[in-house]
């Protein structure tokens, strides 16, 4: 075979397979996604949404819970203290803060 | 010798525990036979907590201000249907905690007449209130106060007046030289 035959052989036209234009197409315009993978997405952002507000409520549940106990708490202390405070002033004449041991008769 | 220091050691290991150990409140056992009963224990992440989530108006802003820098509150409060459901011996690990270095009992208050104790301890570091303890008895009821953490006093006075805590009878003179 000579240089003419061969350049001939190798620049002859050839016909594309079938899917050719279908493949092209296909990376030029990607398909859009299937029905179930926006679905899945949309799920996903709304339980995204739901766990967020969730946690974002549980915390200020617990917040509000801590502050009442708190509040009791400082309530039933601060109730205490003044009672003792009242009692020894009653007793030993005004003070600052209760300072003497003392008992009532 | 040798065991005279073992002993020492022993005597030091023992007083550090016992500054160390978290103070306990175990009272279930009353609480069981109370008619009503109060069981608030706060560590100081809660009280964090709780201080993020009240507002910077004036009683509450008080009290966040007083729990700021403390480490935690306990509370048990318990009123019996009848007397005699608790005895001093049910208080005796409460008062024992209380024996530790630092602590001391600075206030007991008697009455005859109505039946009540209440005693007041306090924990001292460097001459700071780092600790308070308060205990009420009754022939009915009983309650106990344990804070734990600087604590100014003033200001659990001056919570007298709000939420529903009676105020402390500030006398005239007082008055006259806060002004």
Redesign the interface.
């Known amino acids: 075979m000579n240089l003419e035959e061969e350049l001939r052989s190798a620049l002859q036209r050839q016909e594309p397979s079938a899917d050719f234009a279908r493949r092209v197409l296909a990376r030029v315009n990607p398909a859009p996604p299937r029905r179930w993978v926006r679905h899945a997405a949309a799920w996903a952002v709304a339980a995204a949404l739901v766990i967020t507000t969730g946690i974002e409520y549980y915390r200020y549940r617990q917040g509000e819970q801590a502050k009442r106990e708190v509040l009791l708490a400082v309530r039933i202390a601060a109730t205490q203290w003044n009672a003792v405070q009242r009692k020894v002033e009653k007793l030993n004449g005004p003070r600052d803060t209760p300072q003497a041991t003392t008992e009532e008769r | 010798m040798k065991f005279t220091i073992l002993l020492s050691l022993l005597t030091a290991a023992g007083a550090f525990a016992q500054a160390q150990a978290p103070f306990r409140l175990n009272l279930d056992r009353l609480a069981a036979k109370a008619a009503e009963a109060?069981d608030?224990t706060?560590d100081s992440s809660?009280?964090q907590?709780?201080?993020?989530?009240?507002s910077g108006q004036k009683d509450e802003a008080q009290?966040k201000k007083?729990?700021s820098g403390l480490k935690g509150?306990?509370?048990r409060?318990f009123e019996f249907s009848s007397e005699g459901q608790y005895t001093p011996a049910d208080l005796e690990p409460v008062r024992n905690q209380l024996q530790g270095p630092g602590w001391a009992?600075?206030?007991?208050?008697?009455?005859?007449?109505d039946r009540e104790n209440?005693e007041?301890y306090s924990k001292t570091e460097n001459g700071q209130i780092t600790g308070?303890a308060?205990i009420?008895t009754e022939p009915k009821e009983l309650?106990i106060?344990y804070?734990d953490g600087p604590i100014d006093?003033?200001q659990?006075?001056n919570?007298?007046g709000h939420?529903?805590?009676?105020?402390?009878?500030v006398?005239d003179?007082?008055k006259k030289g806060s002004k």
């Open positions: 109060v608030v706060l809660t009280l907590l709780a201080g993020k989530f009240m009290v007083l729990i509150i306990m509370v409060s009992r600075f206030v007991n208050v008697q009455s005859k007449a209440t007041i308070l308060i009420t309650t106060v804070i006093l003033a659990l006075s919570l007298g939420f529903g805590i009676p105020p402390v009878a006398p003179a007082q």
